[in-house]
């Protein structure tokens, strides 16, 4: 049982590719740790740092507040789950559990009993005679969990350890592996691109991306308190959506006016987050998620601040409870591969002519009632505008963040 | 495919007839090897295709020469020879497909370049060297030639093999906390087996068939292997008594055919292991 | 928890650095046996060959230095210069045959349903069987006029050739032996090359109504371009380089027809009085051969962006 802690780990491969740059990260004694990112933003290559499977370039790891930057991997006491479960193809399931206790001279007693109690635990006590390549998908899957389970380690590292399974199955999995975590309070460290993932199973999570750490929070507070562009467009499904907007001083207060369209900015807001209007009369990247929009011909909003805008919707994808709706707005769409990160390797990376996006597309997102049909349509859709996020232009961070989290009250 | 179903059906046919021709007669040197070697010297003279009977003379007169003992000398060397050469290509197979680094892209591309070097080149200074160690006409002389001559191409589909093992497969074995030679022999080894069996099959297939070196570092007759004894019995007989030849010839044959039937697979895997990739 | 300071993490950088050159070392040691074993058989004699070429000695005596012109005199030998043309002659014939054939059955082969691996079993036999073996039984069904061969000829109505007594036949009879022995190596690699063809791309020429040649042109060649070049490169080095064949069936002759540089090579440093004549003749062998390898490696490398 054990804290994990990063310090400064920067991971910069033999070519001079910057992989992780200068991450602190702490995961405390028990907790559910994911990383998430899209792909090649350094997660795993930090998680192999954790495991000792990669060098360390510079910086600190500790595990139980023990420095084990030089400690191979073979000595950390930590299990680990590969993605593609790297079981040993000539063992049976039982010697593949029990392969890495053997190695510690434990009792065959005591390793039997370990190894009966995982199988039994995750359904695989009839398979303990089988060979990997007779069992199905999930069913490796599990022996690839007992494997690390049985290790009684210092905690659990897995890297995207359900992407190679089937979309029912990586839920009924995901939620056992939920549960068995709770259950043996083991420091775990996920990795995942899958924002989904990330919100159900962590206690805290490590937004990545480009080898730069972006966020590290509880799942609530990256949905409802970005830190940047980045994070609030990863985070959520479907996306929020970003936009290079303008704010305007009127007479009537501050305004956000984007594409057309122009949606006050309310009070409230202003007092809570000053710098918004000393903005006034300069861009701003808008951000509204699609929840936060809502057909108002079937919901009416009590104890809330809301604007319409008019949107011709060529898109409509029904859900069953909820239904997207598509529509284009004539302005630029605010890409989080716009904003200059920190790090030095990125600046090669940007290329001009990918960034100017043209005309943005937007999704709300209604309660299946809707009689808004599209394609070709012309509707009113209403916007909570207690819920509008507004990021810096240059740098993408958050200028503030929305104040209520509740849901809109349907129409009886 | 528009074409009339049983046009298409008799053409089916007839191209699989053509092809069984085909392979009989690329077949037939073989084939005639063994049915010449049950032929009697009045079947000879009657030009039958068929021996008459099945004639086991002809093998009674390969006592003439120590026969036997050239099947043995080739097992010997062919097998010391791939021991020899499998040790180091496992460990260097295991060693350029793991590890990366320039100065292992040019040790890959020595191996393949050395392979290409004709034998004569190297065979005329390894006579006079050996001649001073002393190692001319032994066994060990020619396990340390035959070693060295099926290292690097051993070596080279060694690599290939391990190639197809992922490494995560390592990775879980030392975190299950074994070091990167007890992987190796526990976990790597094990798994690469079937390949390594293909490299072995291969590279004794390939010493039994040589004859270059055997003829010019082996002198005395007992020491000859099969290859050598052979063609040296059959300047003896010369061109009129064929027959005794073809039976030293079937037997000279029956280890590395018997091998390659037995064993086709994996020889197939293996050949391919090399090749495919380039 | 401790607070890191400076020096100790200057210190844990510094044993991390020792425990990556200590696993560099031990990636080397595990070349050692080999690039041993390679050393001394194959690279140390390489160099000594190329002292030997500079040399005017025998395998008894120790020669003494003569430079080049060991080199100069088989410029203007004419022996060396038709063997040297042979070489090329043999090899070129026997890489293209080998080619072709090998292509042949390949593309036979993979029609086949059932049965092809015991078809497989058949084709791979020449290159199993020992070459003294082949060479033996190819000798005998050619030996003379009553021989198997000139019967089966006599059939279709065309004269006794003597194979292995005229200088012209025995060429043809070299090659043609060179060419069995390696059509099933290009006959395997080719084999499952083309079985690794996803079946979609010729599912889809089918549906564009694509003719059997257009599809064996556009479809099956490109995909086996790769595959044939390295095979192709590897049977013209071991026809290049071909010892047994030559010098099992007609020792060089006859009247020195079918001499390559090899045999010529062995002959000069067994029979003839110059160690270093016979090394230089090597030494020139090994440098057309890696110019030739060189070319087709190059058209290698221009093939691989595609």
Known sequence: MAGIALEQVKKVYPDGTLAVSSIDLEIDDGQFGVLVGPSGCGKTTLLRMVAGLEPITSGEIRIGGVDVSDVPARDRDIAMVFQNYALYPHMNVFDNMAFGLRRRKLPKEEITKRVDQAARSLGLETQLKRKPRQLSGGQRQRVAMGRAIVREPQAFLMDEPLSNLDAKLRAQTRAEIARIQRELNVTTIYVTHDQIEAMTLGHVVAVMNHGNLQQLAPPEMLYSQPRNVFVAGFIGSPPMNLIHAELTQGDGGVTVRFGGHELPVPTRTLNRFPELGALAGRPVVLGIRPEDMFDPACNELSGGETATLEAMVDLRESLGSVADLHFGVDARAALPEEFVAESEAIEAEREDDEVVGADARFVARVDASSAIRGPGERAVLGVRLDRLYFFDPRSGEALCHPSATTAPVAAA | ?278 | MSTIDATTAAGGFRRRRGEALRERARSWGFLAPSMVIIGLVTLYPLVYAIVLSLQHGSFTESGHWVGLSNFTELASDTQFIHALRFSAIFTVFSALGAYAMGLGFALAVNRLNRGRWLVRLGLLLPWVVPPVVSIIAWHWMLADNEAIVNKALGFFGVGPITFLASPFWASVTVIVLRIWRSFPFIFITLLAARMAVPEELYEAADLDGSGPLTTFRKITMPQLARVSVVAVLLVAIWSFNDFETIYLLTGGGPANATYNVVVLSYYQAFFGSNLGLAAAMAVVGLVLLLALSAVLLRLLRRMDPA
């Open chain 2, 1 to 278: 495919m528009n074409r009339h179903p049983v046009v298409r059906k008799v053409g089916r046919i007839l191209g699989l007839a053509l092809l069984a021709l085909a392979v009989l007669l690329v077949d037939f040197p073989v084939f005639l090897v063994v049915l010449n070697a049950f032929k009697s010297a009045a079947d000879f003279a009657n030009e039958r295709l068929l021996p008459s009977h099945l004639n086991w003379e002809n093998f009674n007169e390969l006592s003439r020469v120590p026969f036997g003992r050239y099947v043995v000398n080739s097992f010997i060397v062919s097998t010391g020879g791939t021991a020899l050469a499998l040790f180091a290509a496992v460990l260097a197979g295991y060693s350029l497909s793991r590890f990366k680094g320039r100065g292992f892209d040019a040790y890959s591309r020595l191996l393949l370049g050395v392979q290409m070097v004709p034998v004569v080149v190297t065979l005329l200074p390894l006579f006079v060297i050996f001649k001073d160690l002393h190692l001319l006409d032994s066994y060990g002389g020619m396990i340390l030639l035959y070693g060295a001559l099926l290292t690097p191409f051993a070596t080279w589909i060694a690599k290939s093999f391990f190639d197809t093992i992922p490494t995560d497969l390592e990775e879980a074995a030392w975190i299950d906390g074994y070091s990167r030679t007890q992987t190796l022999m526990r976990v790597v080894a094990p798994v690469a087996a079937p390949g390594l069996v293909s490299v072995a099959l291969l590279a004794f297939i390939t010493a039994w068939n040589e004859y270059l070196l055997a003829s010019v570092f082996l002198s005395s007759i007992n020491h000859y292997t099969v290859g050598v004894g052979l063609q040296n019995f059959q300047q003896q007989l010369g061109t009129t008594n064929w027959g005794p030849v073809m039976a030293g010839a079937t037997i000279a044959m029956l280890p590395t055919v018997g091998v390659y039937l037995l064993f086709q697979r994996y020889f197939v895997r293996g050949a391919l292991a090399g090749a495919v990739k380039g």
